[in-house]
């Protein structure tokens, strides 16, 4: 069952890729998206507490998604799930990183939960 989950988690973040990846070709960085997606798709992220969904360009093959979630509030911070292209070191199971107010959990493949608690 949880693998399942994961495997829809994934074919879901890599359609959602697919359909903006024209927008990095145009050379764009920063792209986000959430209210050009259909409305159905829309009300599914909501239902499930993801408020903004973001692309991000890192380098010239590698991109990650970037959902912000209305998981946690203040004083814990503002609560992110990604999802890296191209797996790197963080995003692999166990690791950690603080630094100020940001932490990073890597929980495999591919994925990073990221809490930023600054109050700005």
Known sequence: MRKNKNKHKNDRTKTLHKKRLQNFQKGRRYVSYMEQLDSTLQKELRQKGIIRITS??????????????????????????NYDVCPI??????????????????VGNGWTILVDSDWI
């Open 56 to 81: 991000i360009r890192t380098d010239g093959k590698c991109k990650y998604i970037q959902y912000m979630t209305n998981w946690a509030k203040h004083p814990v911070g503002d609560f992110f799930l």
């Open 89 to 106: 070191e963080k995003t692999k199971k166990g690791y950690y990183k603080q630094d100020s107010f940001i932490e990073i959990w890597g």
